[in-house]
């Protein structure tokens, strides 16, 4: 059974005194090549007091098709009531510091870009809390399939995630990244394998060295 976000929580939350919420999501944490990306969605009180109709298919982006991911991203510009900041980490900086920290900081990043409420609540899909920050925050396990904030983050870092790879697939055209947008797939293994992984290949990563595949 498909999990719809709903927005009773963030009633809620809204209810108990915050003057706005923030859902965090991520993609691009398992890939092998490409950065990890964050988009960071403020929502007001006043967006949820009207209703969207065009908006009624969010969801988890991973939930979703690629033309059904892009018309909700397209839908979602211009939105009253609605802010987002995407921010990403590279390959070289997920070498240097890990994937996970990668991804927090690049929370932190897109958090710190958003113009910000009096008094706001910070929604991160997952169950851990990101450290080093001082906004009050809610971790919720499965948030994107939960939280309309979190879904709409996810729809937003995923269609800017995906269009930032076309691009190096054009930069780097040996791979296959405008299929598998640098996912560990079998046709990019035996790509690597071929041709060596190429500069926005995450070495820290298995199967990214040719001498670990072989």
Known sequence: MVKVPHTTIERNLLASGYDSLIGIDEVGMGCLAGPVVVCALAVSPEFYNTKHRRLAGMRDSKLLSPTQRTRLAAELEG???????????????????????????????????LPLSDNPMVLVDGNKRIHDFKLPQMPIVKGDQKIWAIAAASVLAKVYRDRLMEQYAREYPLYGLEVHKGYATKMHREAIAIHGPCPIHRRSFRGVLTEEIR
Do not use: F, H, K
């Open 79 to 113: 939105i009253p009531g609605l802010v987002w900041r995407t921010a990403l980490c590279e390959p070289a900086e997920i070498d240097r510091i890990n994937i996970y920290q990668a991804s927090r900081v690049a929370m932190r990043r897109a958090v710190s870009e």
